[in-house]
T-cell receptor, first 110, second 115 residues
Framework: RKEVEQDPGPFNVPEGATVAFNCTYS??????FFWYRQDCRKEPKLLMS???SGNEDGRFTAQLNRASQYISLLIRDSKLSDSATYLC???????????FGGGTRLMVKP | NAGVTQTPKFRVLKTGQSMTLLCAQD?????MYWYRQDPGMGLRLIHY???????AKGEVPDGYNVSRLKKQNFLLGLESAAPSQTSVYFC??????????????FGPGTRLTVL
């Protein structure tokens, strides 16, 4: 079993749609959680950290369920520019390493 | 302020050749990392460094060596390249370790092909 698992997609959605991605992780002692965005043939960039109470940044909402070891990302009012691969990222219990999921690819169509 | 830079951007090697990938950051970050990214596998940590003069093994260290002689530079070496090392290599740096909600800043990547 992979340490961080994501549905690879692709998710094809029209502009303006709401889309949700899920991620599960296997290490119950993980300390920190993130969503990164990676455009085609580019480097990953931090989209947002994920806090236990859930957090929102504009059209993006992230949630963490420690009991189920589950992280989600909700994107509202999708834009063409949201087309990218979204990486779920989890730290190990020592906090000195990040483990990346394989990514979920999103394609927003006009 | 260039952020994180990587040299070279592309390289083709023959099996058995050696090479060094250079990563440089100008943000005065303590922590630096080398990852490889393969299709469907996500990024995997090769080695990392928590400060000048220190290095540690990550998830997939075999076949690679690293050095952090200067705080701003982190070198990744392949002593005898193998086709299995064909990948995209990313360097990253951060202020703090992964236990904090801290951003890792990535370089643009090096695309390496081993024939």
């Amino acid at each position: 079993r992979k340490e961080v698992e994501q549905d690879p997609g692709p998710f094809n959605v029209p502009e303006g749609a709401t889309v949700a991605f899920n991620c599960t992780y296997s290490n119950s002692a993980s300390q920190s959680f993130f969503w990164y965005r990676q455009d085609c043939r580019k480097e990953p960039k931090l989209l947002m950290s994920v806090y236990s109470s859930g957090n929102e940044d504009g059209r993006f909402t992230a949630q963490l369920n420690r009991a189920s070891q589950y992280i989600s990302l909700l994107i509202r009012d999708s834009k063409l520019s949201d087309s990218a691969t979204y990486l779920c990222v989890v730290s190990n219990n020592a906090g000195n390493m990040l483990t990346f999921g394989g990514g979920t690819r999103l394609m927003v169509k006009p | 302020n260039a952020g994180v830079t990587q040299t070279p951007k592309f390289r083709v090697l023959k099996t058995g050749q050696s090479m060094t990938l250079l990563c440089a950051q100008d943000m005065n970050h303590e922590y630096m990392y080398w990852y490889r990214q393969d299709p469907g596998m996500g990024l995997r940590l090769i080695h990392y460094s928590v400060g000048e003069g220190t290095t540690a093994k990550g998830e997939v260290p075999d076949g690679y060596n690293v050095s952090r002689l200067k705080k701003q530079n982190f070198l990744l070496g392949l002593e005898s390249a193998a086709p299995s090392q064909t990948s995209v290599y990313f360097c990253a740096s951060s202020w703090k370790d992964a236990s904090h909600t801290d951003t890792q800043y990535f370089g643009p990547g090096t695309r390496l092909t081993v024939l």
